[in-house]
Structure formats: C-alpha cells, structure tokens
C-alpha cells in the first residue's frame, strides 16, 4: 500500500486556499497575501475574474513548483446566467451590447425542460473558444489588451469537458446552475454559448468557485482572517505533505533521499523495503517521501523500475 506523507512542512510553504471577494482580481489576493504573510514568492492555481468569489488557492514557498500539478484538478461552480441580455466580455462587467428584437420577452418565457435540454448540449467532451476578453497570449500580448483596442481576436477553440451541468432554478430569465468541468473552461463562454443556443443571448451575471480540485469552501479564509493577527494565516497553510494526496507514494531510504534531493535517477534500491514500491510498468507521478514522511519530490516512472524525479522540493 502506498505509503503517506503526512508530517507537516515548514510554516512558510504550501497551499492557502483564499475564498476571494468580487471586485478583486486574483493578482490583488496575491498581494494581500504576500504582505501578511511576509513572503515574496507566492502565486496562485487558477484565474479568477474580479466578478467571481470563492476558491482560489495560493502557492506559497516551495508549493509554487507544484503549481501546474495542483491547477490540474475539476472545478465545480456555482453560477447565475441572465438570457436575454450580451456584453462584449460575456459577463455583467461589460459593456452591453444590441439586443435581438424580443430577446428579453423570449427569455423570460422560456420553460426549465427548454432550458435543460439546452444545458445538456453543453455535457461531455466539446471544443469551447475562449472569450476574446481573457488572458491568454496573442503574439504575446494579453487577448484582452487587444479587445480593449477593439482589435481583432480570434483564439483557437480548445477541448474542454463539461462533467455535470445541473439546473438548479430558472426565474424571471435567470438561471441558476452548478457546473463541473475541467480547467481552462470559461464560465464567460458557456452563458454567451447557451444563450445564442436558446437564440436570446445570456451573460454571466454572478460566479462563485465552490471546489477547484481537492480544495473546497471548507478549506477557505476569508480576506479579514489574519488582519487583526487572531488567525496568523501561517495556520491556515496546508503543508506540502498534504498535497497531492490521490498520488500513489513511495518512501526511499536515507542514500534515495539524498539522491532525490538533487534529482537523481532512483533506481529500485534506493526505494525502503515494503514502502510502496512501484511495480514495473507503473505509469503517472509519484510523490517520493522520506522515512519521516516528508515531500522530497515529485517524480515519474523511468525504464528498469526506476524513477525520475521531475519536481525536487527540497
């Protein structure tokens, strides 16, 4: 059985998982986290708009070098589209655009079967365009510094997937839903796609991130946690250890240790007898521990049973 790596890690690396307000950017939470918790050297998993609240998890210390792996997970939303109306960004904060004729009236009568039967259209693997107003690189300039000058935009479209779109309530032309999906999917898009599906347009009105990977609501601070210094935010860190924890794990000896530590090839005896070793043909990241059951790395199966550390933390 593969062994755990559950000792705790130094108080200035791992994960702090923010449940962030609207009207700030994901950049602004990095700063009012860099400032309390005296740090320099944080980032975060995934973008959120100023809109949207909720799950946004720091990288702090070393944990930044597990960025990609922990940006990796679903994230599940919870969300309100208006049908009816369209904006340039696709959501409440731009600027609204002509309304086909009877576009409001169209929505505000439209049944919850019509709309869930929309809604299901947009379940499963499909290709999504990412909005026009968004931060991914034109000729290396942000999409959105280029929509700003009304210049054209054209992302190619990217495959995404869509686990569950459930219909929670549909009032007065506004749908409230809960939606999982994979990363790099835009909620954005989604309300402007099922709008022209149900031919009255939609924007994203409200956005609240409920889960982005294996961190929830539950795990999350608020912005006043810390400032008043009755919850240093350094407890609130979820250690290095604790990370990860769906990858199998291995413990190395002493000699591994060392070697992992400088991102040595690991050959099978440097893996602890009995300690979750890796059969041959073994495929994925593991995390490889010492016998304290500390985060050494992260590393991938190799030829022979060996592994290769890819990501060294110590």
């Not at 608020?222 to 769906?246: Q, S």
Request: contains cysteine; aromatic residues 4%.
């Amino acid at each position: 059985m593969p062994a755990a790596c559950n000792n705790p890690a130094p108080p200035a690396d791992g994960v702090l998982v923010v449940d962030k307000p609207a009207g700030m950017t994901s950049h602004d939470v990095v700063v009012w986290a860099r400032r309390l918790l005296g740090v320099a050297r944080i980032g975060h998993t995934g973008t959120l708009d100023p809109l949207a609240t909720g799950v946004l998890p720091l990288v702090v210390g070393r944990a930044t070098r597990l960025a990609t792996l922990l940006a990796g997970g679903t994230k599940t939303y919870k969300a309100i589209i208006r049908l009816g109306t369209e904006t340039d960004t696709y959501d409440a904060a731009g600027t609204p655009l002509p309304a086909p004729p009877g576009a409001d009236t169209r929505a505000r009568c439209l049944d919850r079967e019509t709309v869930a039967a929309a809604c299901r259209r947009f379940t499963g693997v499909f290709r999504q365009q990412p909005p026009a107003f968004s931060a991914k690189k034109v000729g290396g300039v942000r999409a959105y510094r280029l929509a700003r000058r009304q210049r054209q935009v054209d992302l190619p479209p990217v495959e995404v997937t869509v686990h569950e779109f459930e219909v929670i309530a549909l009032t007065d032309g506004c749908l409230h839903c809960r939606v999982s999906c994979s990363p790099g999917f835009y909620m954005r898009t989604l309300a402007h796609d099922l709008g022209q599906a149900l031919g009255c347009g939609g924007c994203l009105e409200q956005l609240r991130r409920e889960r982005s990977g294996a961190f929830t609501l539950d795990d999350a601070v608020g912005l006043e946690a810390g400032a008043d210094g009755a919850l240093p935010l350094h407890e609130r860190l979820i250690a290095l250890d604790a990370l990860l924890p769906e990858l199998p794990a291995v413990v190395v000896t002493p000699h591994g240790a060392q070697r992992a530590s400088h991102g040595n090839l690991l050959r099978p005896a440097d893996i602890a007898a009995g300690a979750g070793r890796r059969t041959e043909g073994g495929a994925g990241d593991v995390r490889v521990c010492d016998d304290a059951g500390s985060l050494l790395a992260i590393a991938t199966p190799a030829a022979a049973g060996a592994l290769h550390p890819r990501i060294v933390l110590v």
